[in-house]
């Protein structure tokens, strides 16, 4: 099934869904995972610890989340 129809059929549902937009740099360890993911080698992947290269994102966006200095996140869909 195509990735929209599944949103769609998630969004269809009774329940209120809320989504946000939250800009790579307030969420770097998301922003490479993601990267990683567009590799064609592994279709699915599943980690037991962090990969090493997500470990010092890690650290900046929690330092960045302690003194708030990442970009806000800004509703993109509020659906009831």
């Known amino acids: 099934m195509h990735l929209i129809k599944h949103i769609d059929v998630l969004l269809s549902r009774n329940w209120v869904v809320s989504i946000s937009h939250v800009y ?5 360890v998301a922003n490479c995972l993601a ?4 590799d064609p080698i592994p279709s699915t992947a599943s980690f ?3 990969p090493a ?7 900046a966006d929690l330092f960045h989340a302690q003194i708030g200095n990442t970009p806000v ?3 993109v869909v509020q659906l009831t």
């Open 24 to 28: 790579r740099e307030a969420n770097l």
């Open 35 to 38: 990267k990683l993911g567009r």
């Open 48 to 50: 037991a610890t962090p």
């Open 53 to 59: 290269v997500v470990v010092p994102l890690f650290q």
């Open 73 to 75: 996140a800004r509703p």
